[in-house]
């Protein structure tokens, strides 16, 4: 952890913005070029490469593991997607700790850490439902607790998880996969699999899918 924050503080410190503690790592701001000091950065092609080094600081720490989910929301209408997403991921999330604990004979926990949002009551009280009736899948009985919810402008790995976040929406909502692409290996994966990136379809038939997640599930199944 501490290695990531000083890589992605030592990345802002080279953008020459200024003091890198006070310069908030925001996609949709460094992207747009608003708010704050991007504005300062005129050319969009600049702001797209400080994206693109903010997300490089993730490379080279061999036990980094991503993990996000693409839910469409017309496809599981009228369910909320928001919701569906969190739990897809606290599932994605105990599992990988799961297997982590069985193989190296260990009891760790692991605990979710969230930007401040509009959602933050409806999830919490979702957590506390998960933890005292279960999931879909059962109880998630690798998180240590419910989701703390912290300022993103003070946390530089919120901030890193903001940017993995809009990256992977950048990918499944406008097939832009420039910022996407390189973070792939970094999911979690086990046998080929993905299982730290889930594409999230509702019941659309036939309709095949080529994104990574979906990929990766159909290569396994077809093994």
Partial sequence: ????????DECVTAFGLGDAH????????MYH???GVWRSV???P??????HAALSTLKGHGSLRLFAVAVDKKAVSPQDPVALAFEELCNRFNLFLTRINDRRDENQRGLLVMDECKHEKPLQMLAKKFRIDGARW????????????????ASRLIQIADLVAWSTFRKYEFSDGRFFDPLIPLFDADGGVLHGLFHYRGAR????CFCP???SRRRKEDA
């Fill in 1 to 8: 952890m501490f290695h990531q924050i000083k890589a992605a």
């Fill in 22 to 29: 006070e310069i908030e790592l925001h996609a949709s701001s």
């Fill in 33 to 35: 070029g608003r708010d």
């Fill in 42 to 44: 005129a050319k969009r």
């Fill in 46 to 51: 600049d702001r797209e490469k400080m994206i």
């Fill in 138 to 153: 059962g109880h998630f009985r690798n998180l240590a607790e419910v989701p703390l919810f912290a300022d993103s402008r």
């Fill in 205 to 208: 038939g036939g309709d095949p």
């Fill in 213 to 215: 997640a979906c990929a």
